[in-house]
């Protein structure tokens, strides 16, 4: 490894192998550049497990503007206009460029690309590949295509865990790999880390994603965004697997219903009822389950006869778990599913540290707002690795240093999970959020294995409850209403710690608020 090391040095340094880390990897060549992997490529990044596919407005009847405006809609008065803007006028060519590396999209048999419908979406605008599996093979293409290019090194199987900084700009990686810790001397890291689905106990992310990078980017000393919005899918399989298997919103696109024990559409009074944003779907779904109903999507009608065709890997997860869809209900709660917060980026992908780039659902463009539209994500993903990748390749490498490496113990997230699930989930309070941050401060103060998914917790404990009003996937049901102004949040892990701190001293909330 230690030789390695040495011929590595100064190469930009992507930490993460979904399909934001490989696609800026693949930008970048033919420059030399480093890949990180947690796993095996490809084995444990929630890009391959993602059902959805990517937006981009393709159809005949459809342009980048309807885009804009239903991704302005569903984040609720909180994206950036103007990132989303650029972002989304960018998806049609984000989509021939993962044409060009081999993705193979589904497509009608004239050839055209076949275009799916999800909830908020005024038209059908969702490109699949391989029906439910189009991570999987997006995913598949990518790892060939990043294994097939000689200027890409990888090494798997190795996690970062804390980034260098000097004068305030980063100087390298220290990453645990199995045979004990090395160092990555190098001015440029770019982080691909994924989302924070592992923080919860429902969730359909891969259990490893539990925000490492947002613990690495904030140890740094980065300004994070929007920590406070976690988007929760109403959708997952409700069995005794967990991740919990997804079922995509395409299958509400094709006309599947939310019902309850009784048969009951009770989403009827939701304007767009099971189309609608995925926020109002998840809180209306929670509320039925809370009032002790059970709740179910019904495939039976619609799409019916073609579902187990249309939507193979879901109807494979039914029947590992005993139902057969063409005969049965399935029964259904939300689980978390995305982070819309993250750490603030520019479009180029530059965080406020000097070195430092992310992409992907670790970063925060301010494309989703308050709550993300289906699919937006992917598009998003490969839109922005182009731009990370051009604003890398233009930055030179003026910041590596040689340091000390440190033996730091893996994470373990399980301490941390039922705080955030309780506190955080599709409904928040005061009370609730002041002690999860309370508790957090003391976890992360102890300096052991749960220290940094504690930080995040406490980071996204804070910033919700600075958030004193409901907006997009955040509702407080102590603050029921929008604040008259929408504000995007920033936070650092000093300020949130001192606000916990004061928190934790204080007799009531209202002194500190
Ligand atoms: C889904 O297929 O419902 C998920 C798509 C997404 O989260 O963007």
Redesign the pocket.
């Given at each position: 490894m230690s030789m390695d090391v040495l011929d590595l040095a100064g190469r930009p340094v992507i930490i993460g192998g979904g399909i934001a880390g490989l696609m800026t990897a693949l930008h970048l060549a033919p420059e030399p550049v480093l890949l990180l992997s947690r796993s095996r490529l490809g084995a444990d990044a929630s890009s391959a497990w993602?059902?959805?596919g990517l937006a981009a407005s393709l159809g005949e009847d459809d342009e980048p503007a309807l885009h804009l405006a239903d991704t302005l809609a569903a984040g609720d008065g909180l994206c950036d206009a103007e990132a989303a803007r650029r972002i989304l006028y960018a998806g049609p060519a984000a989509i021939e460029d993962l044409a060009r590396l081999g993705v193979r999209f589904d497509r009608t048999p004239e050839g055209a690309l076949r275009l799916g419908l999800?909830a908020a979406h005024c038209r059908r605008r969702i490109v699949h590949a391989d029906g439910d599996g189009s991570g999987r093979e997006i995913m598949r293409a990518l790892v060939a295509a990043v294994r097939a290019t000689p200027t890409i090194a990888v090494i798997e199987n190795i996690e970062a865990r804390r980034l260098a900084v000097e004068d305030g700009r980063v100087t390298g990686v220290l990453a645990n790999c199995s045979t004990g810790p090395a160092f990555f001397a190098n001015g440029r890291v770019i982080l691909a880390t994924g989302g924070i689905g592992g923080l919860f106990h429902d969730t359909t992310n891969p259990l490893g994603s539990y925000g490492q990078g947002l613990a690495l980017a904030a140890r740094a000393g980065a300004v994070l965004a929007d920590l406070e919005f976690i988007q929760f899918?109403p959708t997952a399989l409700d069995g005794p697997g967990r991740p919990m298997p997804?079922i995509?919103?395409?299958v509400r696109g094709e006309g599947a219903t939310i019902v309850d024990e009784t048969g009951r559409r009770f989403l009827d009074g939701v304007r767009g009822a099971e189309l609608a944003p995925r926020d109002m779907v998840a809180r209306a779904v929670w509320r039925h389950l809370a009032d002790g109903h059970r709740v179910f999507l019904d495939v039976r009608e619609r799409p019916g006869a073609t579902f187990a065709r249309q939507f193979p890997t879901i109807a494979s997860a039914c029947r590992g778990v005993g139902i057969d869809p063409a005969r049965d209900l399935i029964p259904i709660r939300p689980a978390q599913?995305?982070h819309m917060g993250g750490v603030a980026v520019d479009l180029a992908g530059r965080t406020s540290v000097p070195g430092l780039w992310a992409c992907g659902e670790v970063a925060s463009t301010g494309l989703h707002g308050a709550n993300r539209l289906?699919?937006n994500?992917l598009t998003e993903a490969v839109v922005c690795a182009r731009w990370v990748a051009e604003s890398v390749a233009g930055s030179p490498d003026d910041g590596g240093k040689p340091a000390m490496v440190s033996d730091l113990p893996a994470p373990d997230p399980r301490p941390v999970r039922p705080l955030l699930s309780h506190a955080l989930g599709v409904t928040r309070d005061g009370e609730g959020l002041k002690e999860a941050a309370r508790v957090l401060l003391l976890l992360l103060q102890r300096h052991d294995t749960a220290s940094d998914p504690a930080a995040v917790g406490m980071m996204i404990a804070v910033a919700a409850l600075l958030r004193r009003e409901s907006r997009g996937a955040h509702f407080r049901t102590d603050f029921p209403l929008h604040a008259a102004v929408a504000r995007r949040s920033q936070i650092t892990l000093d300020t949130a710690m001192a606000a916990a701190r004061e928190l934790a001293s204080s007799p009531t909330l209202e002194s500190v608020l």
């Open positions: 993602a059902q959805g999800e899918h997804l995509s919103e395409a599913h995305y289906a699919s994500s």
